[in-house]
Each structure stands twice: as C-alpha cells, then as structure tokens.
Nanobody, 122 residues
Framework: QVQLVESGGGLVQAGGSLGLSCAAS????????MGWYRQAPGEQRELVAT???????NYADSVKGRFTISRDNAKNTVYLQMNSLKPEDTAVYYC????????????????WGQGTQVTVSS
C-alpha cells in the first residue's frame, strides 16, 4: 500500500560526496516525519537524520556539519546530501517515514525502504 524507494547509493572515495533520495508512494494521507538510518555490518541500525513536515531537522552527532537532510513535501521525497564522507560512513542506508494513509488517518505507521549501499573507500 505504501512504498519507500531509495536511490543514489554507491562507491566513493573518502572526502567525496554522495546524494541519496527516497520517494514515498501509495495511499498516503500525510507524512509526519521522514528520515535516514544506516546499518554497518555487525552493527545495529542507527539514526542518521530526520526531518519533520515543518522542516525541523535532527542529526546524529557523527554526521553533523557533513550531512544535510531536506524534503520536498509536494513530491513526498526526502534527500540526504552527504559531504566529506569517511570510511566509517560505509553502511546500508535506509529511508524511514512515519505517515498516515487514507485508510488509517488517525495514527502514524512506520515504513522502511529496502536500503541502499554506501561504500566509502580510504
């Protein structure tokens, strides 16, 4: 009913930049929060950044000043611009959204994308 489709991952050298995007589609009534999480091999999934409907942002300390999250409400799309990438940023990046559908307009449900690999070489 709802899909989150990510794009933009890949391989980059340390110090380089990559941009990710995630488009939400389906029977969407409203989107409260969109964000990015990541999971490195052998590690737990962790928050990278989130952005509210009003544009309020939240970042993990490890990415502050290097990553920028933005959102296009008209397109139900969230972006993550990643600059000054480090090898420790290597992970699968997952799009996340808390949203309401036309069949459930009272409460947010959480949806995840399929993930996109980001690899930063040293």
């Amino acid at each position: 009913q709802v899909q989150l489709v990510e794009s933009g991952g890949g391989l980059v050298q340390a110090g380089g930049s990559l941009g990710l995007s995630c488009a939400a589609s389906g029977s969407i009534f409203s989107i409260t929060v969109m964000g990015w999480y990541r999971q490195a091999p052998g590690e737990q999934r962790e928050l990278v950044a989130t952005i509210s409907k009003d544009g309020n942002t939240n970042y993990a300390d490890s990415v502050k000043g290097r990553f920028t999250i933005s959102r296009d409400n008209a397109k139900n799309t969230v972006y993550l611009q990643m600059n000054s990438l480090k090898p420790e940023d290597t992970a699968v990046y997952y799009c996340n959204s808390a949203l309401r559908t036309w069949t459930n307009r009272r409460y947010d449900n959480v949806y995840w994308g399929q993930g996109t690999q980001v690899t930063v070489s040293s």
